[in-house]
T-cell receptor
């Protein structure tokens, strides 16, 4: 299994602040993903990356942005947080070579924007 | 379009009872199917997966699932539930673009 780390685990922040949610994995996986999950709801893919300098938007439109400068690191940024961004954000990665969509997840970041 | 349906939003069982969580999928090709479990405030842990071959797959924590192509189903089962199994369970289908499509989840409560 992959070791995927997300920080912070919990974040409460005011409207208008810039935030970056960190995600890193130690297995050298090329494919990484960001999901947004509202309480009691399914996961929605908001960003993914197939490797360094590769980023794509997912199925759910999001005001967040991502970058992939290093293989192990896939941070998500919100330039100006709003209450509608309150949610849980989950990061995942897919092993090398890819195993048919198999993804391993980090513990998540629960974001609350006041 | 690909989709996953988990008809049961919430299930309550007694400890020691058997469990079956339902999952139906819609996908044009041979699907890759997954069950994940999520404890409160945690990420998702992979319970089991089906890629091909034997339609009855074994997973961790005593769970198993059976792929039935004719019914487009991939139901999760456990013969005897433990209190620690209380969590949210998600079924997912893998698409040909390396993405996962998730169901809305089933919340399992276990009473002593």
């Amino acid at each position: 299994e992959a070791d995927i780390y997300q920080t912070p685990r919990y974040l409460v922040i005011g409207t208008g602040k810039k935030i970056t949610l960190e995600c890193s994995q130690t297995m050298g996986h090329d494919k990484m993903y960001w999901y947004q999950q509202d309480p009691g709801m399914e996961l929605h893919l908001i960003h993914y990356s197939y490797g360094v300098n590769s980023t794509e938007k997912g199925d759910l439109s999001s005001e967040s942005t991502v970058s992939r400068i290093r293989t192990e690191h896939f941070p998500l940024t919100l330039e100006s947080a709003r209450p509608s961004h309150t949610s849980q954000y989950l990061c995942a990665s897919n092993p090398n070579p890819p195993k048919a969509n198999e993804q391993f997840f980090g513990p998540g970041t629960r974001l609350t924007v006041l | 379009a690909q989709s996953v349906t988990q008809p049961d939003i919430h299930i309550t069982v007694s400890e020691g009872a058997s469990l079956e969580l339902r999952c139906n999928y819609s996908y044009g090709a041979t699907p890759y199917l997954f069950w994940y479990v999520q404890s409160p405030g945690q990420g998702l842990q992979l319970l089991l997966k089906y890629f091909s071959g034997d339609t009855l797959v074994q997973g961790i924590k005593g769970f198993e699932a059976e792929f039935k192509r004719s019914q487009s189903s991939f139901n999760l089962r456990k013969p005897s539930v433990h209190w620690s199994d209380a969590a949210e369970y998600f079924c997912a289908v893998g698409t040909n673009t390396d993405k996962l499509i998730f169901g809305t989840g089933t919340r399992l409560q276990v009473f002593p």
